[in-house]
T-cell receptor, first 113, second 117 residues
Framework: DAGVIQSPRHEVTEMGQEVTLRCKPI?????LFWYRQTMMRGLELLIY????????DSGMPEDRFSAKMPNASFSTLKIQPSEPRDSAVYFC???????????FGPGTRLTVT | QQQVKQSPQSLIVQKGGIPIINCAYE??????FPWYQQFPGKGPALLIA?????SEKKEGRFTISFNKSAKQFSLHIMDSQPGDSATYFC????????????????FGKGTHLIIQP
């Protein structure tokens, strides 16, 4: 079975540009999570969805960040405008409602110059 | 405020040794404690997890010990191998086993483990 799929795997952009990260959760999973990993702050939860509905977005750092889940098989994390301090690896994870186990995708490494 | 404190930051162990990684938490509402393993350039992979009503759980060479009163839990790797060299993260979440549904994970800062041949 395919795991969590993220695209692109690498993104390099200039400050001020819009960035869109994409995630396809494991089929049948009800929960989708977005995390950010940096050397300084480690792994941080940004936002998560249950059945396509955002449940907790308290980890979203600023209004420049937004996330959507238009259907059960697709989610986006958008940064507009991007800044150099947004450079990080962004992970998407999914889980079943029947269990707390979260399965992570390979991540998107974002570099903002 | 760091809710899950992990130590040590880095650890070097000889092959066959037993590395031990420790975590402490503050939020007594946490009811699910997983450990993740991450290799360079990869996403975290779930290794083993425990609930607070269990004091120990073993899966293969990996063991979690849990001390609810001390709010601490640890990962032991038996007969460690060079292939175990990776970064290990402890994590915690709350609400699932109390009926609140899944919740986001709060991670420790990670332990960079090297197993020397």
């Amino acid at each position: 079975d395919a795991g969590v799929i993220q695209s692109p795997r690498h993104e390099v952009t200039e400050m001020g540009q819009e960035v869109t990260l994409r995630c396809k959760p494991i089929s049948g999973h009800d929960y989708l999570f977005w995390y950010r990993q940096t050397m300084m702050r480690g792994l941080e939860l940004l936002i998560y969805f249950n059945n396509n509905v955002p449940i907790d977005d308290s980890g979203m750092p600023e209004d420049r960040f937004s996330a959507k889940m238009p259907n059960a098989s697709f989610s986006t994390l958008k940064i507009q405008p991007s800044e150099p301090r947004d450079s990080a690896v962004y992970f998407c994870a999914s889980s079943l409602v029947q269990g707390p186990e979260q399965y992570f995708g390979p991540g998107t490494r974002l570099t903002v110059t | 405020q760091q809710q899950v404190k992990q130590s040590p930051q880095s650890l070097i162990v000889q092959k066959g040794g037993i590395p031990i990684i420790n975590c402490a938490y503050e939020n007594t509402a946490f009811d699910y404690f997983p450990w993740y393993q991450q290799f360079p350039g990869k996403g975290p992979a779930l290794l083993i997890a425990i609930r607070p009503d269990v004091s120990e759980k073993k899966e293969g060479r990996f063991t979690i010990s849990f001390n609810k009163s001390a709010k601490q839990f640890s990962l032991h790797i038996m007969d460690s191998q060079p292939g175990d060299s990776a970064t290990y993260f402890c994590a915690a979440s709350c609400g699932f086993f109390s009926g609140g549904g899944a919740d986001g994970l709060t991670f420790g800062k990670g332990t960079h483990l090297i197993i020397q041949p």
